[in-house]
């Protein structure tokens, strides 16, 4: 068995080979190029071995210069997932990838790679990390197959807020003690400081998935009650017609644009004075930290890791009840007045500035390879002492 083991990239840099079963480009997706792209702060060498339908994705991680093992148009549904996750032919086209590159670690992402991830390390003996992006298959009961047995199998838990963190170890208190809380951070040197629109209509920005679970329709909802301010919306996905056709019902079309997936997300930011959310039970929120590190401050619903990020009426505006009216009146404070939304924009670039640097997370997470990696090799040595 060890002598089918590739060689330890040790004493130099681990290999993390990072696990992406998806169909989306979302926060889970840029972090992960936000970390792979920085070997020398991540303290890594990195590889995606990927599973998605969607051509879009497999050309993100390549035109970020990523290394990616691309295992092939794939479907996405409970029976494609059931069968990559316990069936033989993915965990081999895995199994070899992880031998190939001389993988020290395995790194899983989404809910798709979690089982898959953890049988391919324990066939060949490598720890594995797990990054929490979110909280929704947690409350998913169809998604609660095998799970306590991937996370005992799991020798790191990352997740990207203390929300997150609570959530895991509140279903999985087994886990606690290996849950670990490292926030997402961002490039504040790329999301620069950028002056907010100096008239005009008062505009907000939201940039996300046009999925139900990011609750587009509220903001939408909410600017038809806020007159004459605009909504830009940024983002791609299953409900644009939807919201399209909603605006139109609500009379609005000539004050909402959308804008469609950017992958760019700062030229949407910089062109509104606000960012909206709308998300229940967002896990952080990465644009929300973007937005800030360019002194936006967000409208959110106070719920999930925002409120680790938001500071009402600090940084911006959190909203404790999940209506439009809610939100609407929010949005009517935000608008008010284009002086309080700069400075509290300020104050927002100041707070994730202090507590959201990528250079942070970066460091952090090599802390955490560098442990795991030592361990790796470590029990590698002993063992073959002992079949010496």
């Known amino acids: 068995m060890y002598a089918m083991q590739p060689e330890t990239s040790l004493p130099n840099r681990p290999k993390v080979v990072h696990v992406v079963v998806a169909g989306e480009i979302g926060g889970a997706e840029r972090f992960l190029v936000n970390l792979a792209s920085r070997p020398e702060l991540s303290g890594a060498d990195h590889c995606v071995a990927l599973m998605t339908p969607n051509p879009k994705l497999r050309a993100f991680f390549a035109d970020a210069g990523l ?3 691309d295992r092939g148009p794939v479907r996405e549904n409970p029976a494609a997932y059931l069968w990559r996750s316990f069936g033989p032919a993915d965990i081999s086209w895995l199994g070899h ?29 490598l720890p594995v990390v797990r ?37 895991v170890t509140a279903i999985a208190p087994h886990a ?4 670990l809380t490292i926030p997402n951070g961002v490039d504040m040197t790329y999301f620069n400081r950028a002056p907010p629109p100096a008239d005009g209509p008062f505009a907000f920005s939201v940039v996300s998935r046009l999925e139900p679970v990011k609750r587009v329709a509220l903001a939408i909802e909410a ?13 791609g996905g299953s409900e644009r017609d939807k919201l399209e056709i909603l605006a139109r019902k609500r009379g609005i079309e000539g004050r909402v644009r959308f804008l469609g997936h950017l992958a760019d997300p700062r030229p949407v930011i910089a062109a509104g004075d606000a960012v909206i959310n709308c998300t229940r ?7 929300v ?17 925002i409120p680790e990020i938001v500071q009402n009426r600090r940084t911006g505006w959190l909203v404790s009840e999940h209506s439009v009216d809610a939100l609407a009146a929010a949005l009517a404070e935000a608008s008010a007045s284009r002086p309080r939304a700069v400075e509290l924009g300020a104050a927002a670039r100041n707070w994730v500035e202090a507590r959201f640097s990528i250079g942070a997370m970066c460091k952090s997470y090599a802390a955490v390879y560098r442990e795991l990696a030592e361990r790796r090799g470590n029990s590698h040595r002993i063992a073959t002492a002992t079949m010496d």
């Open 67 to 69: 290394s990616v093992r």
């Open 97 to 125: 990838v992880l031998l190939e590159e001389g993988a020290d670690l395995v790194h899983a992402h989404t809910f798709g790679s979690h089982i898959l991830a953890v049988r391919a390390a324990l066939r060949h003996h």
């Open 223 to 235: 600017v038809a009650r806020t007159p004459e301010v605009l909504l830009n919306i940024a983002g």
């Open 289 to 305: 930290i973007e937005a800030a590190a360019m002194q936006r401050p967000t409208v959110a619903f106070d719920g999930g890791g």
């Open 131 to 167: 990054t929490e992006h979110g909280v929704r298959h947690y409350r998913d009961p169809s998604c609660a197959l095998f799970r306590h047995w991937a996370l005992r199998h799991t020798d790191r838990i990352l997740a990207v807020s203390a929300y997150v963190a609570r959530t």
């Open 176 to 179: 606690e003690n290996k849950t």
């Open 281 to 287: 039970e967002e896990g952080l929120g990465l644009v």
